[in-house]
């Protein structure tokens, strides 16, 4: 080798892809050059060609790891096509089987649940129920010393003076003789005392002797109390029992005790009662056998036949007539005259014009002169002469009087003055109690105002003779008793002279004996309340007695009261 080849040899060649000049490649003569570079061996190419060893193997025979291991078992034992289908099949079922169990166990424990809450819901109305029992015993008598309180420390709203001795309750049909006893029926609470009489008075009435009193109730039962002559020396309170008790089969509209009563004479120990359809009947006072037998009259319609009940009821002075009061209509009978009516009269016709008073006689009262009075529930008063056997003197509604004195659903009770001028008039659902002279053809001189007698229940009033004159005495709503003394003096608005907490439930009765010395009141409330509509259901329907009274029995009853 010469010396030009061998230094030709010696020098280094270029790089591939490099040009002489040293210029950058571009990006196709680079990737050129790297697959040139790459490009592999024929021996290398032969390593390739031979067949690739066993997936999961490794190339120097390494174990399989847990999931190659997993996959591998799973290419060679591929279940075939039916296999797959049985397979689902099996998963399908099993699910549905998982599925329903669930459901039942479901199903189970809500029905678990409930029987707990049932359960839950039992103890805790028994636990509710026994609170509410204790509870209530306890709260009544709370109520009852709270009420008296508040009683005791109230106010009065008119400026009245206070009575120079004041009442004195000597007697009273509510006396325990014993515990009383409190029972439950039909998840209402009443009270169990065989010693205490309980029930609501609808009225009372003094006999003519001062030593018998008679109340009506609204169980229809006319009760008559037997008055001790000693009862004014009484140091503590009595208790009142009835001597005796007539049971009428249907409701007690009206009753009225001769006016000629003495103890000693029986042929004048009757009364006069009003049943709803039924005879007006004449019973003894003291009951027994004889107390239905006594007489019976008939009032009837003499167009339709059938049988009128009386609302109100009025003894003439001498004792040998009645009359009777209903709808529209006064009949006269004779004590001595079994059957019909002697005279009829039609209120609504009482002039030659045809003019007159209509609605039902729910009152009735006679003054010495012999004028008969009565009240309808249109709020009209009429008069009638000769005790109502005469001719009609005048009529005049007590409506529109008092213009700011708009209120009243018609005439329940009126009353005359001793000296037989002054008419009073009591009306329901009304505040006041209406003042007329009847000398200048029923002139109304003013009212009295504080009755508080909103309700559609017979609250009654009274007069009664005092030294300086006539007090007129009534009972309210709130078991309140108040007393105008002379009213037709002042004219006008006329405000209690007196008044006192007699009752906690409304006074249906304060009445005076005929001597002056004992005040009789009797309390009881109708439930539910009567409407405000002026309908009259007071006496018209028939009380529920059967049904056990709920809770708030406080103090119904009869008291006796020493002025």
């Known amino acids: 080798m010469d010396s030009a080849q061998q230094q030709q040899k010696d020098e280094v060649a270029p790089p591939i892809g490099l040009t002489l000049n040293d210029a950058p490649l571009t990006d196709a003569e680079e990737k050129g050059t790297h697959e040139m570079m790459n490009e592999p061996t ?14 999961g193997l490794a190339l120097n025979d390494a174990p399989f790891t847990e999931p190659e291991e997993k996959v591998t078992h799973e290419m060679m034992n591929e279940p075939k096509e039916q296999e797959m289908v049985d397979m689902m099949a099996d998963v399908e079922e099993n699910e549905k089987d998982e599925v329903m169990a669930e459901a039942d166990e479901h199903d189970k424990g809500q ?76 998840g209402k609470y009443y009270i169990e005392d065989p010693d205490v009489v309980y029930c609501d008075f609808k009225g009372a009435q003094w006999a003519a002797s001062s030593s018998v009193l008679v109340t009506n109730d609204t169980v229809n039962n006319l009760r008559t109390y ?41 042929s004048t120990n009757v009364m006069l009662c009003s049943v709803r359809d039924q005879t007006i009947r004449l019973i003894n006072v003291w009951g027994g056998p004889s107390s239905v037998q006594n007489g019976s009259y008939r009032f009837v319609d003499p167009n339709t036949e059938k049988w009128t009940c009386p609302y109100s009821l009025a003894w003439t002075q ?25 005279k009829r009269h039609k209120t609504k016709n009482m002039t030659a014009k045809g003019v007159g008073v209509k609605g039902l006689v729910f009152a009735m009262r006679t003054n010495n002169d012999g004028v008969l009075a009565f009240g309808t529930t249109t709020r009209q008063v009429g008069l009638y002469s000769n005790e109502g056997d005469g001719f009609p003197v005048t009529f005049f509604s007590v409506s529109g009087n008092h213009k700011d004195k708009s209120d009243g659903r018609g005439v329940t009770d009126l009353e005359w003055s001793p000296c037989s001028k002054y008419l009073y008039v009591a009306e329901r659902q009304s505040n006041i109690v209406h003042m007329y002279d009847v000398r ?39 078991g309140v008793v108040r007393s105008w003394t002379n009213p037709h003096w002042s004219g006008g608005v006329v405000l209690p002279s007196c008044q006192f907490q007699a009752h906690n439930e409304p006074v249906t009765s304060a009445v005076i004996d005929p001597t002056g010395h004992v005040l009789a009141t009797c309390s009881g409330e109708k439930y539910p309340y009567a409407s405000s509509d002026g309908s009259s259901d007071d006496d018209e329907e028939e009380e529920e007695a059967d049904e056990p009274r709920l809770v708030k029995r406080l103090e119904d009853g009869l008291k006796l009261w020493k002025l």
Request: aromatic share 8%; net charge negative; with cysteine.
């Open 226 to 266: 037997s008055i001790p002559a000693d009862i004014l020396a009484a140091t503590e309170v009595r208790n009142l029992s009835p001597y005796a008790s007539y049971q009428a089969p249907e409701s007690i509209y009206a009753f009225a005790l001769s006016p000629g009563f003495h103890g000693l004479d029986a």
């Open 42 to 55: 024929d021996s290398e190419q032969q390593q390739n060609d031979e067949v690739p060893p066993a997936i």
């Open 111 to 186: 029905e678990q649940s409930l029987n707990d809450l049932d359960d839950y819901l039992k103890s805790f109305e028994e636990d509710y129920l026994n609170k509410l029992e204790e509870d209530y015993l306890h709260g009544v008598e709370d109520e009852k010393d709270e009420m008296m309180t508040e009683a005791d420390e109230e106010e009065p709203t008119h400026p009245t003076k206070p009575l120079p001795n004041y009442p004195n309750c000597i007697a009273s049909s509510n006396v325990h003789l014993r515990a009383a006893q409190w029972m439950r029926k039909n």
């Open 440 to 478: 200048v053809t029923a002139r109304s001189l003013g009212y009295m105002e504080g009755r508080n007698a909103y309700t559609n229940q017979r609250l009654g009033i009274n007069v009664a003779s005092c030294s300086s004159g006539h007090d007129v005495w009534g009972g309210g709503i709130d």
């Open 318 to 342: 001498s004792g040998a007539r009645f009359v009777a009061g209903a709808d529209s209509t006064l009949a006269i009978f004779d004590i001595n005259r079994y059957g019909k009516p002697v």
